[in-house]
C-alpha cells in the first residue's frame, strides 16, 4: 500500500512526464522554418529583384538556389531572416533549405516568373500573378511589426540615405555602376506616389510625362520628329530604362547591341545593312570601334537612334537617305 500522500505524488509525476514529452513532441512538429516572402506562382517585374523573408525557428544555416544554383549559405543570426535575390528572365525555381550541422532540417520551393518586354520569355503562364506588396488595406501584418510601410515626411527630401524609409528594404536597386539621379538621392517621392490603390508607391502607365518633367530637353527633341522609336512613341522609357540603376550607360537594361536584339531579332547575326562584291559581305553591327567615338564599341546606335529621327529608320546625324548617313563615316 501506499502512504498517505503518496498517491498524490506519483500522479504530479505521472502528469509532469505526460506533459514533458507530449510538449517535446509538439516541438518536434513545428518546421524549421517558413518561407513568408514571396507568395507561391508570383510575378515580378522591374528588375527582377526579389526579397526572400524567412522566419526561422531551428537552423544554423539557409542554403538558397536560384534555378539549380546556390546563390548562398547564410547563417542565421535573426529569427526572421531576409535574403535579396536577383532572378532570371521568365521562369526561376527558387529552394532554400534549413541547414544543421550539415543535415537539411526542411525545404520550401518558390515557383516565380521573372515579366519583361525585353524578354523572349514574354508570356506569363497560368496560374501566375502579380502580388503588389505595398497594397493600402493588405499590409503584412508580420512586416509592419519592424517596417514603416507609410510615407514619412524625411521621404521627401532625406538627408541622407537612412532617412528614407524606403532604403531598408530596397538599397539593393542601387547596386551598379550607373545611378540615376533621383535614386542616388533616395528621393523615391519624386517618382513613386504614395497616394495611389490598391498599392501605394505606384507610377503612372505610361511613365513618359513622368519622365519629361526632368528630361525636357529629350521631350522637345522626341515630339519635333516625324518618326519615333516603338517605346518613345508609347511613352515606355522603362522597356529599355531601368529607371534606379544599371551596369550600363544611360541606365539601359542591357548592353546596347544585346538590348536592340532582343527585339529585332532577325539583327542578331551580327551582320547588318546591304551586300556588296562577290563574297556579300554585310556590314558589321559589333566588335569594332565606333568611327565617330572611338572610345566605345560600334553598335546599332551608331547608326540608329533610339528614339526618334527625322528618317523613317531611325538614323543618326539628319541624315535622310543611305549616301548621307555612310559618308558621315565613309567621307573618302
Given at each position: ?81 531576409h ?32 515579366f ?16 503588389p ?71 503612372p ?56 536584339t ?7 547575326s ?24 572611338p ?38
Open positions: 500500500m501506499l502512504k498517505e500522500g503518496g498517491g498524490r505524488k506519483i500522479v504530479r509525476l505521472i502528469l509532469f512526464f505526460l506533459l514533458l514529452f507530449h510538449g517535446h513532441g509538439k516541438a518536434s512538429d513545428d518546421p524549421a522554418f517558413t518561407l513568408l516572402h514571396p507568395p507561391q506562382r508570383s510575378t515580378f517585374t522591374g528588375t527582377g529583384l526579389v526579397h526572400l523573408v524567412v522566419e526561422v525557428s531551428k537552423a544554423a544555416h539557409l542554403s538558397v538556389r536560384l534555378n539549380g544554383k546556390v546563390q548562398g549559405k547564410p547563417r542565421v543570426t535573426e529569427r526572421t531572416y535574403y535579396t535575390l536577383r532572378l532570371d528572365f521568365g521562369s526561376n525555381k527558387v529552394e532554400v533549405e534549413a541547414v544543421e550541422e550539415k543535415k537539411i532540417l526542411a525545404k520550401e520551393t518558390r515557383e516565380l516568373f521573372f519583361s518586354v525585353i524578354a523572349k520569355e514574354k508570356e506569363i503562364p497560368p496560374g501566375f500573378v502579380q502580388i506588396f505595398h497594397e493600402t488595406k493588405k499590409a503584412p501584418k508580420k512586416c509592419v511589426a519592424c517596417h514603416i510601410l507609410e510615407p514619412q515626411k524625411t521621404d521627401r527630401a532625406p538627408a541622407s540615405p537612412s532617412e528614407s524609409s524606403c532604403h531598408v528594404c530596397h538599397k539593393g536597386l542601387l547596386q551598379f555602376r550607373q545611378v540615376h539621379g533621383p535614386a542616388a538621392l533616395w528621393n523615391c517621392l519624386a517618382c513613386h506616389n504614395p497616394e495611389t490603390s490598391p498599392a501605394r508607391y505606384a507610377t502607365v505610361p511613365v513618359r510625362d513622368l519622365c519629361y518633367r526632368c528630361h525636357t530637353d529629350q521631350k522637345d527633341y522626341f515630339f519635333s520628329s516625324p518618326y519615333q522609336h516603338g517605346p518613345t512613341a508609347t511613352g515606355m522609357c522603362t522597356i529599355c530604362h531601368n529607371p534606379h540603376a544599371s551596369d550600363n550607360e544611360f541606365w539601359l537594361k542591357k548592353p546596347p547591341w544585346d538590348l536592340c532582343t527585339c529585332h531579332t532577325e539583327k542578331a551580327g551582320r547588318h545593312v546591304i551586300a556588296w562584291g562577290p563574297s556579300g559581305d554585310t556590314h558589321p553591327t559589333r566588335g569594332r570601334p565606333d568611327p565617330m567615338k572610345e566605345r564599341e560600334f553598335s546599332c546606335r551608331s547608326c540608329h537612334n533610339p528614339h526618334a529621327s527625322k528618317a523613317p529608320k531611325l538614323w543618326n546625324f539628319n541624315a535622310t537617305t543611305y549616301m548621307q548617313l555612310c559618308q558621315t563615316c565613309h567621307n573618302k
